[in-house]
């Protein structure tokens, strides 16, 4: 995955057009290519278009630190509300929540 990773950034950066490294990750990872679309999501600039997607890919922990190093509190309050939801879903417990967060 490195090396297409690194072909698909040399043939972005050489062209003028505008193409989201988000868009290709998640074609990516619908493809089943996770490490790949993780890959790319490192040069993708715009926290707003990387946290959902880490999200649908369920890489909370790596999502959750994308979040908070933008200093966006949205996207944090995204990353926790998700973990929440799946984590109080799970088994009806807050405990396990709160310990994850804290």
Do not use: W
């Not at 990872?29 to 707003?48: I, Q, V």
């Amino acid at each position: 995955p490195r090396q297409l990773c690194d072909l698909i950034r040399r043939k972005l950066l050489s062209t003028s057009a505008h193409v989201s490294y988000a868009d290709i990750a998640a074609t990516a990872d619908a493809a089943g290519n996770k490490e790949l679309a993780t890959m790319l999501l490192e040069f993708e600039p715009r926290a707003a278009d990387k946290v959902p997607l880490l999200l649908k890919m369920r890489a909370v922990d790596l999502a959750l630190s994308k979040a908070i190093d933008s200093g966006d509190t949205d996207l944090v309050y995204l990353v926790l509300l998700h973990l929440k939801r799946t984590m109080i879903g799970a088994d009806g417990d807050p405990i396990s929540f709160f310990k994850t967060v804290c």
